[in-house]
């Protein structure tokens, strides 16, 4: 019998990409405030072109945040330290424009209510030990080895910009093998094939064999295509090359496309906003009703209004591997979770923060995560929710 046969494809981008260095800006800032004020209110948005960084938002709290002294520190783990990358912690200009959050929002904050109108996507599926969809795994995790081997010298030529691109076949809806994989990432002139004046070929071997070899392993086969650095050269890259915005990369930071996105950005963001916390909250129901086996793969989609604390809306969407009908899944939902912005909170523990909580989710992904962090990772609901499928 023929199998049915699809391919799909994912992709990630390194620390060192321009929005996803905005991404950790605006989170950093968060993280700041939330450790001195758990009860302050954060909108941050970051903007990076060539020598320049602008903050700005909506902030409302007692804490005292040195806005220079973070962005600098954040850029310089990153790996923006020197002026061959085109962009430099040191001389970077840096432009502030932080202003208070508008008092319309907090009548309806204040109260219990979402910071916001809007749906939100939570997804979980068995196709990884992390009960994520392939293919966005394997492109973070192609993403934090390039990142990886560059700061240890071990490619000393790569750069802190990069993209990583897995195109994933399916058979009978089961990953099967890895068709084709696009590595992008910025490097100097150690790089450059002084012949041809091209990324050299012994970096591009040396790519394959210690960035996409020990990631893919058992996926790659002898027909599996690899695009490394396709354009030919990449030595200008980051902020020299190309803007970055915060919140431009949310199917990144999700389930890789693989099913629809609320549109909301999460960094920068503190809980009360339900862009964030309901979808961390979708994430931790439906990665423990997968875990349950209640389903093989399960989205839910959580709608709520600004000002109100219950959502407006719970949908489920089982794909026919439900072992259980998706209005009783929504009835359990409802039961065992908790589903209001003060109840979201709580459970996750989203208004801790030790100073890097947040910001180690503005790269490589918020979801199939390991640490005390990630907290919507947990899976401390199975043992109450496996009774339903007994």
Known sequence: MTKHKYLFTSESVTEGHPDKVCDQVSDGVLDEVLKQDPSGRVACETYVTMG???????????????????????L???????????????????????????????????????????????????????LMPLPIMLAHKLCRRMAELRKNNTLKYLGPDGKAQVTVEYLDDKPA??????????????????KTGLFSEDARREIIAKVARPVLKDYLDKETQFFINQTGIFLVGGPQSDTGMTGRKIVVDTYGGTVPHGGGAFSGKDPTKVDRSA????????????????????????????????????????????????????????????????????????????????????????????????????????????????
């Open 52 to 74: 320049l960084i602008i903050i700005g938002g909506e902030i409302t709290t007692s804490a005292y945040v040195d806005i220079h002294k973070l962005c600098r520190g954040i």
């Open 279 to 390: 979808a961390y909250m979708g994430r931790y129901i439906a990665k423990n009703l997968v875990a349950a086996g209640i389903a093989d793969k399960l989205m839910i989609q959580l709608a709520y209004v600004i000002g109100r604390a219950d959502p407006v809306s719970v949908m489920v969407n089982t794909y026919g591997t439900g072992k259980l009908s998706d209005d009783k899944i929504i009835t359990i939902i409802q039961e065992h979770f908790e589903l209001t912005p003060h109840g979201i909170m709580a459970e996750l523990k989203l208004r801790e923060s030790d100073g890097l909580r947040y910001r180690q989710t503005a790269a490589y992904g918020h979801f199939g995560r390991d640490g005390e962090s990630f907290t919507w990772e947990k899976t401390d609901m199975v043992k109450d929710l496996k009774k339903y499928v007994k």
């Open 177 to 194: 093998r890895v068709t084709s994989i696009v590595l992008a990432s910025q490097h100097t002139e150690e790089a450059v094939d002084k």
């Open 76 to 130: 310089k783990d990153i790996g923006y330290s020197h002026p061959k990358y085109g962009f430099d912690y040191h001389t970077c200009a840096i432009l502030n424009a932080i202003h208070t959050q508008s008092p319309d929002i907090a009548l309806g904050v204040d109260k219990g209510g979402a910071g916001d109108q809007g749906m939100m996507m939570g997804y979980a599926c068995n196709e990884t030990p992390e």
